[in-house]
């Protein structure tokens, strides 16, 4: 490696001004370009993201009347199944087999609301 040569180039770029100010106006001039760069693509995924939010929470909502109006069908059924039992005329076997496949619907309904609730705390925060 030549140092001579190295030392040659650094008196010549120290002793010209004009080669270090355009260094630090080429420098500030990247920086600011990055920077503008960096605001507009972050701004824009932000955006995105919120839009996203927004979505998550329609749909959480969604979800949320749709569960009140399964439950209601599902507390009708168990009404109805009340009824078979108090009135006769269909094998007991068989209300018991509803009654069960409608309390593993209630029981499964339940962990669904749950779970929606737990999502919607978290879109909330």
């Known amino acids: 490696m030549n140092w001579q040569a190295w030392r040659k180039a650094v008196q010549l770029y120290v002793h010209t001004p004009e080669l270090i100010y355009g260094s ?3 420098a500030i001039a990247i920086f600011g370009f990055a920077w503008w760069f960096w605001r507009h693509i972050s701004e824009k995924r932000i955006a995105e993201l919120q839009e996203r939010l927004r979505l998550g929470k329609q749909v959480q909502e969604h979800l949320t009347n749709e569960l009140q ?3 209601q069908k599902v507390s009708m059924q168990g009404t109805t ?3 078979l039992r108090s009135t006769g005329g269909v094998p ?3 209300v018991e087999l509803l009654s069960s496949a409608n309390a593993t619907v209630v029981s499964s309904l339940a962990d669904l609301e749950e779970a929606n609730t737990n999502l919607g705390l978290t879109l909330a925060d």
């Open 69 to 71: 109006s399964l439950k």
């Open 81 to 83: 199944i009340n009824n």
């Open 24 to 26: 630090i106006l080429v």
């Open 92 to 94: 007991r076997r068989e």
